[in-house]
């Protein structure tokens, strides 16, 4: 088949890795929440791009209600994501402004830190301990 693009092609590697990265996110939330939505369903849950139902865990929106103010409940979609950049290895970053502010609140992260650009860095380690104390409320999506 003379016709068939190579494998090594890049524009055949760009759909390939596009396709595989949608995959990837597949269980990534459509449709994010605002925590005091969350906080009045019976049942707190979302769906997610790949058409799954996503639960919200209900012991931490109530942790995160009791340690944010009524301002930021009403601001704060969920879950908080943080986005991969395949050209910085070692960190993840945050491009809502609501998130940094609530995590700033939560003294996951410090109040000096700014975003820059509409994201705000934060290395990998941390990140990766901020999502094991909130666990549904958090996730990490690939860029």
């Not at 396709?19 to 269980?27: A, K, T, V, Y």
């Amino acid at each position: 088949m003379p016709n068939r693009p190579s494998a090594s092609d890049e524009s055949t590697l760009l759909k390939w890795m596009r396709l595989e990265i949608g995959r990837i996110n597949d269980g990534v939330v459509a449709e994010r929440k605002r925590l005091s939505r969350l906080l009045r369903e019976e049942d707190p849950s979302s769906v997610t791009k790949g058409g799954e139902r996503y639960d919200f865990d209900r012991d931490v929106l109530q942790r995160l209600a009791e340690g944010l103010p009524g301002d930021l409940q009403r601001r704060l979609r969920l879950p908080i994501l943080f986005y991969f950049d395949s050209t910085v290895p070692d960190s993840f970053f945050l491009a809502d402004e609501a998130a940094v502010q609530a995590l700033q609140i939560l003294q996951e992260i410090s109040p000096l830190r700014r975003m820059q650009g509409g994201r705000l860095w934060i290395a990998k380690p941390l990140v990766y301990a901020i999502v094991n104390r909130y666990p549904t409320a958090i996730q990490i999506m690939m860029g």
